[in-house]
Each structure stands twice: as structure tokens, then as C-alpha cells.
């Protein structure tokens, strides 16, 4: 028999798992839950899991691989946030949880608070100082806008361009908000900044990174760390111009300089044609004025010098009359002074005695002189030598008469009285002999042969003195100051030179 069975309705695990999970996902659908992420955690195959938690409890949540490229943020733990998705079950574990396609942060506060802490980080890194940011060019030649195509912000950035100095704009356009534009803003500023400088796109010269006003959700692209460093490490000048002037992102700090709107970006991109040729024109009249004024007052200095300058064109002419006259006198000078020189030398040279004349006379003289010497000195010789020995001749008288008379004493008185007066004699004839044979010596060749020369005679014993004077194969006698030597005359040598002859 088969067992009784209750009123109480018997269900299998699989059914009353799906029973719970049909009535969980009807009874809530789609719902927008609040709390703290907590536990995250990513898987290798690309799903996220998480729990949200508030005061009073915890709720599971999972993020599928093909939902979190659109969740709008990138979760993390400690942050609030608003998950939206759908309650569902897991049976084999007998749980529920939240299956979230799209998170935004919870509140204003949450969002700010994130920012900040992001911003002080980055302040720290150095990506805001005031040292690293860079000029803006006057008057760039190509203007580079990253912004979207659809918007109205690039009408305005064209708009303003045009009106007040026409530039090439080139328009990189991106997503300013959602899904993906945070990729997009980056590789449009590193896009910009890695054209070369002479390729086929131009490189801009300045770069705008642009969009219109917003919630801070809708600003919060351009909060993100990646669109901040690329702004910092773009080597393009960039303005940024985010929002409204209220309006205030990171990539503000980052960025070169910072518009309140886009508008203005474009205004500081490119100066104002007419406000420049205004400003030149300005600028042209005030230069010609100081120019004016300048050449005025030099004018004015320049009369005042010249009213103290003497009369130039008279000075020179008077110099020029000066230079006349004294080139004139000078061609008459030369002339006068080299007739007054020549005729002062003529007077000198009729005045001058005769050179060749004195000489021949004064040679002549000496020959004389040296003849009646060679005469006379055998015959003075001669006397000297006479009264000398008839000096000694007497001396020895004398001295044999004195000692002849020693005996007597008379005569020995008589001896004393005559011997002084012959003594005295006999000195001073002494001292003449002496000094007539110095000066008979001083004269004598026989001296001169004593330090090396020779006299040469010829074959009768007759001097000759010059070279002329010999005839080749003379017959010669060398007299030197020991004896003579006899020599023959090869052949006579150029009578202009002094020398001996060859022998």
C-alpha cells in the first residue's frame, strides 16, 4: 500500500532554487542599490566579484567580462557607489546577488572626495607645477582641437578662430563622456604629440582638449589619472577647457593653461587681428613720432654744431693755396740747394791742397832725409868712434901719469885737482855716446831684420823696394840678421798688392 501523503507540497532542490530566483527577479527587476564595495576581486576570466555593504548588511555582486567596459568607473574597495543591475540566485550555493552593468559613484561628496585624494597624489608627483608648464605661441600656425565632432563646442572653437585670426584647425574627435572616452582623450593627446614636425598631417602648434558643461559625472573623463598624464607629458602647449567656468577637472591643473569655456581657449589660442592691427597701428605712430621727435632734436643739435664749426670750404681752400705754394717752393728748393752744396764743394775742393802733391814731396823729402842719413852715419860713426878712443887714449895717460906720481906728494895734489874735471868729462862724453847709440840703433835695419824681415838687394848690393823693380830671373841677395842668402826672381807679382816676392 502506498504511505499517506499530506496536504504540504513537495518540491525538488532545482525547484525551489528556480522558484526563488523567478520570484526574486519579478518581484525587484531592475533596481539601483547603494554601499561600500568590499571583497573585490577579478578573476583571469575577465568577471568581477564583489559585495556591497552598508550599516545593516551585505549584499553579493558580480560584474560580468562583457558589462565592465560599460560600467563607467573602474570599482574599487573602500568606494561608495550606486550599482545598477538585477537581483538573482545562485543555487549551488543557495545565495543571491546583484548582477551590476553599470556603477556610478554615490554623490557629489564620494566623487569629490575621490578627486581630491587624486589630485593631492598627483600634486605631489609634481604633474601641477607652475615650473614645467609652457608658453603659449602668439600666432600658431595649426591649432589641434580634442573634442567631440557633434558637439557644439567645436562651432565655437571655429567660430572664434575665424573672427579673430583665420588658423588651421585640426579636429581629433573623441568621446567627452561614457564608455571609453577616457581611452579615446588619451590617444587623441598622445596622437597629437607624436606627429612629426614636417609629415603628412602637420603638427599643431598649440592643443585644445575641449567640451561643454555637465554634471561632475559627465566631467569626470577628464578626472581621470591617464587623461591627466597624458596632458602632462604632451609636449605640445595644451589649454584646457572643460565645462564652465564653475566647472573645475584635474586635466585643468595639468594643462599649459586653463579657459573657463571654450570659447575662451580659442581667444587664447590666437590673438585678435584687429585689436593687433589696431595695436600696430598704435605702435607705428608712436615710433614715428619718436622718430620725429629724434630727428628733431638731432636737426636742432646738428645747426647749433654747425653754427660753432669754422667756414670749412675756406679753410680748405687756404690749405689747398698753402699746399700750392709749398709744393712750388719745394721743386724750386731741390734744385737751389743741390747748386748751393755743389758749388760749396767746388770751393772746398780749390781750397784743399794737393794730396798726391804733398805726398810725393813728403815721400821725397824722406828719401833725401834717408840719403844723407845713409851718408852721414858712416862718418859720424867714424868721429865717435875717434873721439872716443882718443878719450880712453888720455884716460889711460892720465891714470899712468898718476900712479907714476904717487911718491910725491905735490903731485899726488895736482892729480886730485885735475881728476874730477876729467871724471865729469868723461861721464857727460859717456851719457852723449850712450844717447847717440840709442838713436843710432832706433834707426839702424839691422833691428828690424832682428824680428823677422829681410833686405832685398840685388846682385850689386842696391836695396830694392818695390816689386816693379825686379825683373824674372834676377839674381837676388836676401840679407837677414845673421847673413845673406842668395835667391833668383821667378816671375814679378801684381804690383797693386804689398808682399813679399816668391822666391
Same mark, same amino acid.
Given at each position: 500500500m502506498d504511505e499517506p501523503r499530506g496536504n504540504i507540497p513537495e518540491y525538488t532542490v532545482t525547484e525551489i532554487s528556480g522558484a526563488v530566483k523567478r520570484t526574486l527577479e519579478g518581484a525587484f527587476g531592475r533596481v539601483r542599490v547603494r554601499g561600500e564595495i568590499t571583497e573585490l576581486k577579478r578573476y583571469p576570466s575577465g568577471h568581477i566579484y564583489f559585495s556591497l555593504k552598508d550599516e545593516g548588511g551585505k549584499l553579493a555582486g558580480v560584474v560580468w567580462k562583457f558589462a565592465v567596459p560599460r560600467l563607467g568607473l573602474v570599482p574599487e574597495n573602500g568606494v561608495e557607489v550606486i550599482a545598477q543591475g538585477k537581483i538573482s540566485s545562485y543555487g549551488e550555493r543557495s545565495s543571491y546577488q546583484l548582477i551590476v552593468d553599470r556603477m556610478d559613484y554615490a554623490g557629489a561628496g564620494a566623487l569629490l572626495a575621490r578627486i581630491e585624494a587624486l589630485r593631492l597624489r598627483l600634486a605631489e608627483e609634481g604633474l601641477f607645477d607652475a615650473a614645467r608648464k609652457k608658453a603659449i605661441p602668439m600666432l600658431p600656425e595649426v591649432i589641434g582641437v580634442v573634442t567631440s565632432e557633434r558637439g557644439a563646442v567645436i562651432q565655437? #572653437? *571655429?567660430?572664434?578662430?575665424?573672427?579673430?585670426?583665420?588658423?588651421? &584647425?585640426?579636429?581629433?574627435? /573623441?568621446?567627452?563622456?561614457?564608455?571609453?572616452?577616457?581611452?579615446?582623450?588619451?590617444?587623441? #593627446? *598622445?596622437?597629437?604629440?607624436?606627429?612629426?614636425?614636417?609629415?603628412? &598631417?602637420?603638427?599643431?602648434? /598649440?592643443?585644445i582638449v575641449a567640451r561643454g558643461g555637465g554634471s561632475l559625472e559627465d566631467l569626470m573623463a577628464f578626472n581621470d589619472e591617464a587623461v591627466v598624464?597624458?596632458?602632462?607629458?604632451?609636449g605640445i602647449p595644451l589649454i584646457a577647457a572643460v565645462g564652465h567656468e564653475t566647472d573645475t577637472t584635474l586635466i585643468d591643473f595639468a594643462a599649459d593653461r586653463r579657459a573657463p569655456t571654450p570659447t575662451a581657449a580659442a581667444e587664447m589660442a590666437v590673438p585678435s587681428r584687429v585689436e593687433m592691427a589696431a595695436d600696430l597701428q598704435q605702435k607705428a605712430a608712436r615710433l614715428s613720432g619718436a622718430l620725429g621727435r629724434l630727428a628733431g632734436a638731432c636737426r636742432l643739435r646738428l645747426q647749433r654744431a654747425e653754427r660753432g664749426l669754422p667756414d670749412l670750404p675756406a679753410l680748405l681752400g687756404t690749405a689747398r693755396q698753402r699746399?700750392?705754394?709749398?709744393?712750388?717752393?719745394?721743386a724750386m728748393a731741390l734744385p737751389n740747394l743741390l747748386a748751393t752744396r755743389r758749388a760749396s764743394l767746388d770751393r772746398a775742393e780749390r781750397g784743399m791742397p794737393d794730396l798726391p802733391a804733398l805726398i810725393r814731396a813728403a815721400r821725397q823729402g824722406l828719401d833725401d832725409r834717408a840719403g844723407r842719413l845713409r851718408v852721414a852715419l858712416p862718418g859720424l860713426l867714424a868721429a865717435r868712434r875717434g873721439a872716443l878712443a882718443l878719450g880712453a887714449e888720455r884716460l889711460r895717460s892720465a891714470l899712468r901719469h898718476a900712479a907714476a906720481g904717487r911718491a910725491a906728494a905735490g903731485a899726488r895734489v895736482m892729480l886730485r885737482l885735475t881728476d874730477a874735471p876729467l871724471r865729469a868729462g868723461l861721464r857727460e862724453a859717456r851719457a852723449r855716446l850712450e844717447g847717440l847709440s840709442g838713436r843710432l840703433e832706433s834707426v839702424s835695419y839691422a833691428k828690424v831684420l832682428e824680428r823677422g824681415f829681410a833686405l832685398v838687394a840685388d846682385a850689386r848690393g842696391a836695396p830694392l823696394t818695390t816689386a816693379a823693380a825686379v825683373a824674372p830671373g834676377a839674381a837676388l841677395r836676401l840679407r837677414f840678421a845673421d847673413g845673406d842668402v842668395a835667391a833668383t826672381a821667378d816671375r814679378p807679382r801684381d804690383t797693386g798688392r804689398q808682399g813679399a816676392l816668391p822666391l
Open positions: 565655437d #572653437i *571655429r567660430t572664434t578662430v575665424l573672427r579673430r585670426f583665420p588658423r588651421r &584647425i585640426i579636429l581629433w574627435p /573623441v568621446q567627452v563622456q561614457g564608455e571609453g572616452a577616457v581611452a579615446q582623450i588619451v590617444a587623441a #593627446i *598622445r596622437g597629437f604629440d607624436s606627429l612629426p614636425e614636417n609629415g603628412p &598631417i602637420p603638427r599643431p602648434d /598649440v592643443l598624464r597624458a596632458a602632462f607629458a604632451c699746399l700750392d705754394d709749398r709744393a712750388a717752393r719745394l
